[in-house]
């Protein structure tokens, strides 16, 4: 299980970051439909909250937070008017429980932070940064691979783990293995093939293998435009003038954006309020009203009896 390889790595002043967006979103398509007794779907967030439990629990952090992306454009999108242009409508379901993840928050006492004009994954990078001067080891829990891109020594990417899935512990090693690279070329590598997710071409192809050959013999795209000639064969000279607005645009695109100030010291975390527990009966979470108050002061009031739904929601984790 991943926790072993954490408590190898990580040491006992740390921060947990949550990419919110990311993480309801596997929720929801990870866990059958459900709703409140009025009626609201609520899968996303009971999977939000259930992961949340099971990975404090596990890296017992000093530090929570969760970012969210807002609707607003973002830099990216007046940088190039494609940006996530193919990506589907997020479903009516999902959207109503953006609001009751935040409840949630509110009700845990767990700061949340959310900017319009950038992505939570800009405002990830920002926490990080700020997370190093400040001397805390950072834990990012998030499936997106853009992140990848701010491990070192200090930061880890940590993939959630829903239902019977193992959550995976990214290091710097691990992100070398994977891709042949070290975190800090990760922009390099997607500004030379793409990203289909996000709708940014790289250089029409130039495939993975080619691209890390490519960074690992002149270190940066940048540096690979102005040693082009230098490039054999002359196919792949040829491709790469050929894309070159494309692929330092993209370079542009992949760089997350790290100089937002953000007061990470505001997301000390100690326990959960009595508050909790009014969410949780609101949205009959009984089965996670026990397991976040379980090791607190005062037991669960079991001001009802949970209903077969609520039991059944339990088994999912």
Request: charged share 25%.
């Amino acid at each position: 299980m991943f926790v072993i390889l954490l408590v190898e790595v990580i040491p006992m002043k740390k921060l947990l970051v949550i990419d919110g967006n990311a993480l309801l979103h596997r929720a929801y398509h990870a866990l059958p439909d459900f709703k409140s007794k009025d009626g609201i779907p609520t899968n996303a967030v009971y999977g939000f909250a259930s992961v949340l439990y099971k990975v404090r629990e596990d890296l017992q952090p000093t530090h929570v937070c969760v970012c969210f992306d807002t609707p607003a454009p973002t830099f990216r999108d007046k940088m190039y008017k494609d940006y996530r242009a193919h990506r589907p409508e997020v479903e009516k379901e999902l959207i109503q429980q953006f609001p009751i993840a935040r409840e949630f928050l509110n009700a845990a006492g767990i700061r949340f932070y959310e900017q319009d004009g950038v992505e939570a994954d800009d405002l990830i990078a920002a926490i990080a940064r700020k997370a190093r001067k400040i001397h805390l080891q950072t834990i990012i829990l998030s499936g997106d691979r853009d992140l990848f891109q701010l491990i070192d020594d200090e930061t880890f990417v940590l993939t959630p783990a829903l239902g019977f899935s193992k959550g995976l512990l990214y290091t710097r090693d691990e992100v070398v293995k994977k891709f042949g690279l070290p975190p800090e070329k990760i922009a390099d590598l997607k500004a030379l093939t793409g990203d289909p997710s996000d709708n940014y071409k790289g250089v029409k192809g130039i495939g993975p293998k080619t691209a890390v050959d490519l960074i690992q013999q002149f270190g940066s795209v940048e540096k690979l435009y102005q040693h082009v000639q230098e490039v054999e064969p002359e196919r792949i000279r040829t491709l790469l003038l050929s894309d070159k607005e494309h692929a330092l645009l993209s370079k542009k695109l992949a760089v997350l954006k790290a100089d937002i100030n953000i007061p990470v010291e505001q997301f000390l975390f100690t326990e959960y309020p009595e508050s909790l527990r009014t969410f949780f009966h609101t949205y009959t979470f009984y089965s996670l009203e026990r397991r976040y108050f379980q090791h607190q002061a005062h037991p669960p009031k079991s001001s009802s009896t949970p209903s077969k739904r609520a039991q059944d929601q339990l088994g999912l984790f």
